[in-house]
Nanobody, 114 residues
């Protein structure tokens, strides 16, 4: 089935930065586009960013464009989400997903608060 494990969340002040990691195991990670989602309390899960399997241009939600950067290192089976200039509205649990599969991580909490 495969597994994804997110890490890197935490508490950060507005304007700060965090880098999330999504590490894959037991499936052909490099074949799949990888998506980062987030879900805030009382809200639906929303797509934040997508990175193609190889080459191509990542896509971002309008709310994070210019602040977040998604990247991948297929040799390490890892996708990153660099989050800069964080805002309180970025507070959510962040999940990664291998597109075209039912493989999801357990999520990592990001809290932006002063």
């Amino acid at each position: 089935q495969g597994q994804l494990v997110e890490s890197g969340g935490g508490l950060v002040q507005p304007g700060g930065s965090l880098r999330l990691s999504c590490v894959a195991s037991e499936f052909a990670f490099s074949w799949h586009p990888i998506r980062w989602y987030r879900q805030a309390p009382g809200k639906e899960r929303e797509l934040v960013a997508v990175i193609p399997s190889a080459g191509g241009t990542p896509n971002y939600a309008d709310a994070v464009k210019g602040r977040f950067t998604i990247s991948r290192d297929n040799a390490k089976n890892t996708v990153y989400l660099q989050m800069n200039r964080l805002k309180p509205e970025d507070t959510a649990v962040y999940y990664c997903n291998a597109q075209g599969t039912s493989v999801w991580g357990q999520g990592t909490q990001v809290t932006v608060s002063s």
